[in-house]
């Protein structure tokens, strides 16, 4: 089997030729493979993430594309916003800060580039000594133009190939509920958050209708939200974001076209009630303590049969510090713990370290696809 034969009979729950090996790579690694500063792929999109995406799969042979969420607004619904640069460090790296064209409105937060790491995100201007609204910036000039929406899309898939699956967001969502500003805001005042769901169910029939309408359907489509019970306990989980996911998994279930969670962090409440409630086909990273609560043979066991689980070597202690063989030892233990009867992707318990060494990347496919036969 291709990559992509073996990733799509396991969604559809057939018997692939082999346990598939999706070690999540998404953004450090394949950034590193390029050899250029990280702002070079982030900012100028030389090349874009995806591209160098594609091309660190192919490079380790690993059966991908769950991690592919860089293609932008598919659908041309959503406001445009303008990457701008609002300064410049002496040692080369800068912060940028986004403007609504739309709206003539500054991004709360800016982000932080520098050569050798992804952007620092999510940081308040006042942290780093910045104003809310910039006193000045500069327009930023060399970004590297790719086609947009589906034209990017089918570009991406074609790009793939026999390399992996190519998903699409549903509109659905694990995680209506995030920060610790919103948690208080949730228990001052719920009402607002009951909208935000409300405007999520609304917006899923109309996305998946647009979906039913495509020439060119998607291999899977995404559900998840990074982190879902962080911020939410499994009670405020249940009444916020589990009708968003069994509305998006349920549509997508008449579509015919399988449905992926991804939700770093403690997630065994969540693989229960994906698999009791919904009809969610994939979830990962399953990670184990202490970043996670998740062990893998316990979650075969009770729901194997309803769910396909993907996970969940540990990125630091195996892949990034742990030795060739200790990676062939765990990746052996999951294949035993999870891989009879189908039903389960190889993968690592979150994104792999920027320093993750080749050779232990190579030697989790290898494991895969001689001691993970079928």
């Known amino acids: 089997m291709t990559s992509r034969e073996r990733l799509l009979a396991a969604l559809h729950h057939q018997i692939p030729d082999c346990v598939p090996c999706c070690p999540d790579i998404s953004n450090m690694v394949p950034c590193k493979l390029t050899g250029k500063p990280f702002w070079d792929i982030y900012v100028y999109q030389n090349p874009p993430l995806w591209k160098a995406h594609i091309d660190a799969l192919k490079y380790f042979d690993v059966d991908g594309g769950f991690e592919m969420y860089s293609w932008g607004d598919l659908f041309g619904d959503q406001p445009e916003w303008e990457r701008r ?3 410049r460090n002496q040692d080369g790296s800068f912060v940028t800060q986004t403007y609504c064209l739309q709206t003539n409105e500054w991004n709360k937060y800016v982000e932080v580039h520098t050569r050798d790491n992804p952007p620092a995100a999510l940081v308040l201007p006042e942290q780093i000594g910045l104003p809310a609204v910039p006193d000045a910036w500069e327009e930023i000039t060399g970004i590297k133009q790719w086609p947009k929406g589906m034209e990017l899309w089918k570009l991406i898939k074609k790009e793939m190939g026999a390399q992996g699956v190519i998903g699409m967001p549903s509109g659905g969502t694990t995680c ?43 291999d899977f489509l995404f559900c998840g939200g990074s982190g879902s019970l962080i911020w939410q306990t499994p009670e405020t989980f249940q009444e916020l974001s589990l009708p968003v996911l069994k509305k998006a998994t349920e549509m997508a ?122």
């Open 253 to 374: 279930c008449d579509l015919g076209i399988p449905t992926h969670v991804h939700s770093c962090g403690p997630e065994k409440e969540l693989v229960r009630m994906a698999a009791e409630e919904t009809k969610l086909t994939v979830i990962d990273p399953l990670e184990v303590p202490p970043m996670g609560d998740c062990i893998l043979k316990e979650l075969k066991q009770r729901y194997g049969r309803k769910i396909v689980l993907k996970g969940n070597l540990h990125t630091t202690e195996v892949m990034l510090k742990g030795s060739v063989e200790t990676v062939r030892a765990a990746a052996r233990k999951a294949i035993d713990d999870a891989a009879e009867g189908g039903g389960f992707i190889l993968s690592t318990g979150d994104q792999c370290g920027r320093d993750t060494p080749d050779e232990n990347i190579r030697a989790m496919v290898e494991t895969a696809r001689t001691y993970g036969k079928y």
């Open 85 to 87: 640069i609002v300064r």
């Open 176 to 218: 209506l509920l995030y920060g610790p500003d919103e948690v208080y805001a949730y228990y001052d005042d719920p009402s607002q958050f009951y909208e935000r769901r409300e405007k999520a169910l609304s917006r899923i029939e109309v996305i998946m209708n647009r979906i039913a309408g495509l020439d060119e359907k998607p």
